[in-house]
């Protein structure tokens, strides 16, 4: 059975020609015949999706000025004196006043930024500890192996996927500090600069204690829950 003759098919495309009338644009078939008016059809770039993650990165920025790290660093005790006692002074290595050793006011070059009390160890290091829980714990319920297996038995890519990770963290750590930006300057909620540190330090202890009680069990011990 033929479902349509050859004279029934109308190519539209072909038969229409388009006159546009005021702000509309009226579809006429070569007979004439108005076939109805459609409104115009703009062409529009796709640059919504990238705005709204531009204008939700701008809320996070919080601004550091000079006048602020001269302000905290006179009315904070934790300022005037480091956890061993020693003064900050000006030029020396170690301890710097925070106006020196801040990304937004002092050095930014990477021997500066990566020194005992700059922006970057404890920031790097307590990002890859966080990072390095969670992969202990999922891989060692997966596989019954020690973070030391892990890393050093034949076959396993552990010591490559952390040599990879550590150099991604580290590179995406440093380029907003090159830039004058120190984690301080952004916020989102409850995700704040001294939220991450506590987090940081309590996950690098816990990863120092994980490590030191498998070398003495020879145990996986996200494996014994």
Do not use: C, H
């Amino acid at each position: 059975m033929a479902l349509a003759t050859s004279s029934s098919i109308a190519v539209i495309p072909s038969s229409l020609s388009k006159t546009p009338l005021g702000g509309a644009s009226a579809y006429k078939s070569r007979s004439g015949r108005s076939l109805g008016f459609l409104p115009p059809v703009r062409a529009s770039s796709d640059n919504g999706r990238g705005d709204g993650i531009s204008s939700v990165l701008d809320q996070t920025k919080k601004e550091i000025t000079r006048e602020d790290v001269l302000k905290n660093q006179a009315e904070n005790e934790s300022e005037k004196r480091s956890v061993f006692g020693a003064v900050p002074s000006s030029g020396a290595l170690w301890p710097r006043p925070e106006i020196e050793r801040r990304p937004e006011t002092g050095d930014r070059s990477f021997a500066s930024l990566m020194s005992f009390d700059g922006a970057g160890p404890e920031t790097i290091n307590g990002r890859l500890a966080m990072v390095g829980i969670l992969w202990a714990f999922a891989v060692e319920r997966m596989t019954g192996q020690t973070v030391a297996e892990q890393l050093y038995t034949p076959g396993n890519f552990g010591l490559f996927n952390f040599l990879a990770v550590a150099q991604l963290f580290a590179y995406a750590s440093l380029v907003p500090m090159f830039k004058g930006e120190s984690p301080d300057s952004r916020s989102l909620g409850p995700f704040r600069a001294m939220a991450e540190r506590w987090n940081g330090r309590t996950a690098m202890l816990g990863f120092l204690a994980l490590v030191l009680t498998e070398f003495f069990t020879k145990t996986p011990v996200f494996n014994m829950m």
